[in-house]
């Protein structure tokens, strides 16, 4: 058997005994990360309108530069996560979080468009320290509490997306748009010296002696030998695709004569996403007691009804919150309970297995905004929450008729 085979099907365990003891204080250090860096990913989104008349262009296009970061996060899934099997994870991550800070200093001194387009892409390409973090905090979690740390991982990860529209909004809506960009370089960078003297070093405890090249072609060993591999990715590419798709039109549509708002409601509304983030440790304790596949099955349903009101009822205020909710938290019921079962499949390969869930979650999620945008401006409001239900029919059809268990 070659090297590259006996990699991907060991899943054993590879905590040593110098590996650190995962403390409150850890776990709170890790889910700020999460937090700090995803948030850079989900700046732009609020502030889109601003952004298009500052540049003089269409808000389809600053859509575009909102996908690119969508996928600029994909591929840095794809190519850089697994760097994670294979070198220092501490090191892996205050270095990126460097890399972060310059990409930011890039969207905030572009001087035209096309090289603000290009400094969002950059910026979702670096941004995937949590990916790196969650998979390591899985294997230190240990099976029996994996599902309650993971929750609280991804907790303080869609707490970073939410706040970051509502002080996007908010920041934008007092200062110049760009101010938002030198605040997170500021940020990140605080981010890093914390990390520096509090992110234990795993030592070599997360390594294996295969290269780089030969990690990333273990990858589609990986998808081919793991049908719940397959499944996660398959319903998290739709369910994350609906949930993008909703952010990323949001403030075309409150900003039309539906509403007449601007990136201050924009981030205010973002507020209400939270009950998704406090949700999150919730489902995280219930995927470590009850069955991922009808978590995952709740998440879609919750999904599914939100769409369902936005389409009928987005015109009146409280039904667009209560839709806010429910898709916040559908996406982590999905979310969290998806990472978990992928998470499970073994230590010793976390970091690949991640790698595909998070890659086919955040095309899904780039895919969204790109729809989400062009719909807008072909089909309008309707459009987009027709699409969204396309896509969660998509989400059905993988849970229920394609990776339905067999019957032994």
């Not at 403390?23 to 850079?40: D, E, H, K, P, S």
């Not at 905030?108 to 969002?120: E, I, Q, R, V």
């Not at 938002?180 to 960078?189: N, T």
Request: aromatic share 12%; hydrophobic share 50%.
């Amino acid at each position: 058997m070659s090297t590259i085979n006996k990699a991907y099907q060991n899943g054993g365990n590879i905590l040593s005994q110098k590996q650190p003891v995962l403390t409150q204080r850890l776990i709170f250090i890790m889910a700020l990360t999460c937090g700090v860096v995803v948030a850079n990913n989900y700046y732009l989104q609020p502030i889109e309108t601003v952004i298009a008349k500052d540049f003089q262009v269409s808000n389809g296009a600053v859509g575009i530069a909102a996908m690119l970061t969508q996928f600029g996060y994909a591929l840095g899934l794809l190519l850089l996560v697994p760097l994670g099997d294979i070198v220092n994870r501490r090191k892996l991550i205050i270095r990126m979080c460097l890399l972060s800070s310059l990409t930011l200093l890039g969207a905030y001194f572009a001087p035209t468009f096309w090289l603000f387009s290009l400094a969002t892409f950059l910026i979702g390409l670096v941004s995937i320290v949590p990916q790196i973090i969650i998979p390591y905090g899985a294997v230190l979690a240990g099976p029996a509490k994996r599902g309650r740390v993971m929750g609280t991982l991804l907790g303080g990860l869609l707490v970073g997306i939410l706040l970051s529209r509502t002080v996007s909004g908010i920041v934008a809506s007092i200062w110049p748009w760009r101010t938002i960009y030198l605040m997170a370089v500021v940020v990140i960078l605080a981010l890093a010296l914390i990390l520096k003297f509090t992110l234990p070093d795993p030592g070599h405890a997360n390594r294996h002696k295969l290269s780089y090249w030969q990690t990333l072609a273990t990858i589609p060993g990986l998808i081919k030998q793991h049908r719940v591999l397959r499944e996660a990715a398959s319903n998290g590419f739709f369910m994350f695709g609906t949930f993008s798709l909703f952010w990323s039109t949001l403030i075309f549509y409150i900003s039309s004569p539906v509403y007449h708002w601007g990136t201050r409601e924009a981030g205010l509304l973002a507020i209400f996403g939270l009950f998704g983030a406090l949700a999150a440790p919730l489902i995280g304790r219930l995927a470590d007691r009850f069955s991922d596949r009808w978590l995952v099955l709740i998440g879609l349903l919750l999904e599914t009804l939100a769409f369902i009101i936005l389409m009928v009822g987005g015109q009146y205020i409280g039904l667009l919150v209560l839709s806010i909710i429910l898709l916040d938290v559908g996406n982590q019921f999905g979310q969290v309970s998806n990472q978990t079962r992928v998470q499970n499949l073994g230590e010793r390969i976390s970091n690949r297995t991640n790698t595909v869930f998070m890659f086919s979650y955040f095309l899904g999620g780039s895919f969204g905004s790109l729809v989400g945008t062009l719909m807008w401006q072909s089909a309008g409001w309707f459009g987009v929450t027709a699409v969204g239900l396309v896509f969660q029919l998509c989400a059905y059809l993988c849970h229920f008729i394609i990776f339905h268990p067999k019957k032994a």
